[in-house]
């Protein structure tokens, strides 16, 4: 796992803020609702430092299968045509949620599958059609958009 550390001041300050973790992760301003996009990104990052991710095909029938899975996100670009019609018809035999975004790449991003370089940015990414989260992890406010968002989506 990746292990996250907050520096305190060091000149003793007493009142110098306290980073949180969602400081970095939103990125609208606090007044404005978070997008689903945004909240699938942060609750799928949530997850993989959790080890709660099932990624790739192989994966995700296992956890779809045995009912392990809270949610399914399959990319729309698969080029596969019976790969996505295999994810929808085990997301809705199991009745596990599905989500769809546009992009493989982006998926595969999120999904923690590439290289971060130096200055932060995504190098070699590797394209992923199918995640399935096993564990959110832990309870945050994107998680509760995302939920929010499928509940009114059934």
Not at 16 to 36: Q, W
Request: net charge negative; aromatic share 2%; glycine share 8%.
């Amino acid at each position: 796992g990746q292990l996250l550390t907050f520096n305190m001041s060091d000149n003793g300050d007493s009142n110098a803020p306290i980073a949180t973790p969602e400081v970095g992760e939103a990125g609208p301003s606090a007044g404005e609702p978070m997008d689903v996009m945004t909240a699938l990104q942060i609750v799928l990052k949530k997850a993989l430092v959790n080890d709660g991710l099932a990624r790739g095909l192989h994966e995700c029938a296992k956890a779809l299968d045995k009912r392990q899975a809270h949610l399914c996100v399959l990319a729309s670009d698969c080029d596969e045509p019976a790969y996505g019609k295999l994810v929808e018809a085990l997301c809705t035999e199991h009745s596990i949620n599905l989500i769809k975004v546009p992009s493989n790449k982006d998926l595969g991003q999120w999904a923690g599958l590439c290289k971060i370089d130096a200055e932060g940015e995504a190098r070699k990414v590797v394209r992923c059609s199918c995640v399935v989260v096993r564990d959110y992890g832990e309870e945050s406010e994107a998680l509760n958009v995302l939920l929010n968002h499928l509940k009114t989506q059934n």
